[in-house]
Nanobody
Framework: QVQLVESGGGLVQPGGSLRLSCAAS????????MNWYRQAPGKERELVAG????????SYADSVKGRFTISRDNGKKTVYLQMNSLKPEDTAVYYC?????????WGQGTQVTVSS
């Protein structure tokens, strides 16, 4: 059974930091590119950051470049999103995504709220 379980969300003040984790099971994690998406109320889901299967390459949305860092530990089957200098506009549900040529899996999401 494929599972992606996100954790680490919560309420943080502007300028603060959070670290999201996504623990994977039920598939060969090291064969999948991993992504973080987010969806704010009333908006479409958007790609925030991605990392290749071996972790050799990363990419970021312009809105988070220089503030967010995606990383992965294939031994722990976990992908992370370090979020620094958070802004109110970062408020959203954050989703973990695993993607291969044939399959596409999603987690249930974790809420991140940036507010004073």
């Amino acid at each position: 059974q494929v599972q992606l379980v996100e954790s680490g969300g919560g309420l943080v003040q502007p300028g603060g930091s959070l670290r999201l984790s996504c623990a994977a099971s039920g598939f060969t994690f090291s064969n999948y590119a991993m992504n973080w998406y987010r969806q704010a109320p009333g908006k479409e889901r958007e790609l925030v950051a991605g990392i290749t299967s071996a972790g050799g390459s990363t990419s970021y949305a312009d809105s988070v470049k220089g503030r967010f860092t995606i990383s992965r530990d294939n031994g722990k089957k976990t992908v992370y999103l370090q979020m620094n200098s958070l802004k109110p506009e970062d408020t959203a549900v954050y989703y973990c995504n695993a993607r291969s040529s044939y399959y596409n899996y999603w987690g249930q999401g974790t809420q991140v709220t940036v507010s004073s």
